[in-house]
């Protein structure tokens, strides 16, 4: 875990050793997982996230110092995982690729459950903030090297800026699906694949990679 999530969590008050101590300490986490997703960050309590978890209050405090520490335990192991996904440009049909990588993504966007405490905490915690943009670079730096690979193979459009197309991606990639059922549609990741990849491909090459997709499923 980097040295930079470790100054997020925080030494916690003590760490359990006997199994019944373990087993509290997991309802806690699991309660205020759960809490945190139902109610939201601010509408939740120590004292309910206990109590939730079948344990007095001062059970709580035994094992972190407040619910931002339990909160930074839940984060600590997903912030990669909330970040859009990374396409291997240059493979397969570029479109259903990506359809399969943003609907994979949501999936375990809904599974973790956490990403929809964010907003609401991201403008609060600077800290917390700093670690997400710094995790957003990282992954910005992959897909823009993703990207510059299919140049150099002139499978991009030849003026695109590539470091613009990279960060409009992952902007469509997190909220068009978000904004889709916010709208009560059903996300359809397949047009917001067509969306981003007009961004990147000329239309003969995607159509060039689909050919070359099929020859091969011929075998």
Known sequence: MPDREDQLVGEFPSLPIQE?????RKALVESGHALF??????????????????????????YFSDKRQL???????????????????????????????LEMHDKRLNELGLSRVLPELLPKDS?????????RRNIHAKILKGLIKAQ????????????????SMMLIAENVPKKMEQSGKKADYHEVAKVIC??????????????????????
């Open 20 to 24: 019944r101590a373990q087993l509290k």
């Open 37 to 62: 997703i139902l109610k939201g960050y601010d509408q939740t309590t120590a004292k309910e996230i206990a109590a939730n978890a079948g344990v007095a209050t001062g059970t709580f405090y035994r």
């Open 127 to 135: 800290e917390l903030a700093d670690v997400f943009a710094a995790a």
């Open 152 to 167: 150099e193979k002139e499978l991009t459009w030849k003026d695109v800026d590539l470091d613009t197309v990279t960060w």
């Open 198 to 219: 007009r961004m990147v491909f000329p239309p003969e090459v995607i159509e060039k990679l689909k050919r070359e997709e099929a020859e091969k499923s011929d075998f």
């Open 71 to 101: 909160l930074m335990s839940l984060l600590e192991d997903q912030i990669d995982e909330l970040m859009p996904p990374e396409p291997n440009w240059g493979t397969s049909n570029p479109e259903s690729l990506l359809a399969c990588l």
